[in-house]
């Protein structure tokens, strides 16, 4: 576990390095943070900007349009405003709430929304569940699938998760440097 936070504060510095040049990711997951060895040692690189979203500027020379209704962003990683289906609401917060699912599954080995459910469940229901369902404190989450002598996770790790999963993006940390 110490090991793996180590490498997701260099994400979060990262992710705030951006924020700063006005660009939200919209879609960090595993598969977008690649980790290579620098001088022996691993460093994270944070990948696909793909849809990521200008605060200020164009992106691009070409202006790319986000379609009203459209979902951007991998659903397990999604943050609820995302959910919303409306460019409206996101804004550096979003990634924050991505950032947070990217620890919860460090630290558990699975996304608050569990792969089954969103396996079982219908199109507009996911969206729900993003939008309403309170994830599970990962030391809860840890406590139900593994025996009292395995690893468990800090009071303080579970709050800081939590405080980037909250519903109400205004409760959850301003920016990554805040969360790193």
Known sequence: PRERLEL?????????????????????????????????????????????????????????????????????????EQAEMSALGVDTRSDIYSLGVLLYELLTGSTPLSRKQMKEAAYGEILRLIREEEPVRPGARLAAT???????????????????????????????DALA
Request: overall charge positive; glycine content about 6%.
């Open 8 to 80: 997701f504060v260099p994400v979060c510095q990262a992710i705030q390095h951006a924020h700063q040049k006005g660009i939200i990711h919209r879609d960090i997951k595993p598969s977008n943070v690649m980790v290579t060895l620098y001088d022996g040692k691993p460093v994270p690189k944070v990948i696909d900007f793909g849809v990521a979203k200008a605060t200020e500027q164009k992106l691009t020379g070409r202006t790319l349009f986000t379609q009203y209704g459209t979902v951007v962003g991998t659903w397990a990683y999604m943050s609820p």
């Open 146 to 176: 593994r025996s009292p002598s395995e690893r468990r996770v800090p009071r303080e790790l579970d709050w800081i998760v939590m405080k980037c999963l909250e519903k109400d993006r205004s409760r959850r940390y301003a920016g990554a």
